[in-house]
Nanobody
Framework: QLQLVESGGGWVQPGGSLKLSCAPS????????IGWFRQAPGQERGRVSC????????RYANSVKGRFTISRDNAKNTVYLQMNSLKPEDTAVYYC????????????????????WGRGTQVTVSS
């Protein structure tokens, strides 16, 4: 069973920063596209950001452009999401997901194309 583990969530005041990490259990991420998605209570799971296997292609939701940065370190087998200038509306459970890059359309970055998921990490932005 391919699993992912997210870490780095927590509580932060508006304007603050957090850095999420996503690491696999039992496999390497070299050939996988990785996506970060989030879900707030009562809302559908939505796109945050996606990154190609090489890191050369990235996509962001409009709501996080200029504030969030996705990156990956294949040597460390880890993908990161640096979140700056956090807003209360960023409050959600954040999930990372993986899929063979050949199976996803990097232009779309949609959750239903990704088969392997972590359990999520809570991010709460409030004063």
């Amino acid at each position: 069973q391919l699993q992912l583990v997210e870490s780095g969530g927590g509580w932060v005041q508006p304007g603050g920063s957090l850095k999420l990490s996503c690491a696999p259990s039992g496999f390497t991420l070299d050939y996988y596209a990785i996506g970060w998605f989030r879900q707030a209570p009562g809302q559908e799971r939505g796109r945050v950001s996606c990154i190609s296997s090489s890191g050369g292609s990235t996509r962001y939701a409009n709501s996080v452009k200029g504030r969030f940065t996705i990156s990956r370190d294949n040597a460390k087998n880890t993908v990161y999401l640096q979140m700056n200038s956090l807003k209360p509306e960023d409050t959600a459970v954040y999930y990372c997901a993986a899929e063979f890059e050949s199976q996803v359309d990097m232009r779309l970055c949609v959750f239903y194309e990704y088969d392997y998921w972590g359990r999520g990490t809570q991010v709460t932005v409030s004063s």
